[in-house]
């Protein structure tokens, strides 16, 4: 069983920051990519920002400068530092991974509860 739990999310001002965290749990045989993705409501899931296994990152280019992904592969977390924060980052955030399970035999998408984040202007 594998899980992914976010946590960080929450209210702030335009201008202000947050960091979002999200864990990988489980019979976890190897990660290779993990990223964020976002959805604001009566809008689509949209990806924010992803980190491959060799380190490679990809960004939306709305959020380009202002986010910053990052990993720690000892703990199976991925991050997501979100600085200049903008009303129209305000979205529901959630954490995904794909993961090779302990005993399995090819790579699944993960994905977290997902994490409120809201921005007032």
């Known amino acids: 069983q594998v899980q992914l739990v976010e946590s960080g999310g929450g209210l702030v001002q335009a201008g202000g920051s947050l960091r979002l965290s999200c864990a990988a749990s489980?019979?976890?045989?190897?990660?290779?990519?993990m990223g964020w993705y976002r959805q604001a409501p009566g809008k689509q899931r949209e990806l924010v920002a992803a980190l491959n296994g060799g380190g490679k990152t990809n960004y939306a280019d709305s959020v380009k400068g202002r986010f910053t992904i990052s990993r720690d592969n000892a703990k199976n977390t991925v991050y997501l530092q979100m600085n200049s924060l903008k009303p129209e980052d305000t979205a529901v955030y959630y954490c995904?991974?794909?993961?090779?399970?302990?005993?399995?035999?090819?790579?699944?998408?993960?994905w977290g509860q997902g994490t409120q984040v809201t921005v007032s202007s």
């Open positions: 489980g019979s976890i045989f190897s990660i290779s990519a």
């Open positions: 995904n991974a794909r993961i090779l399970a302990t005993m399995g035999v090819r790579e699944y998408d993960y």
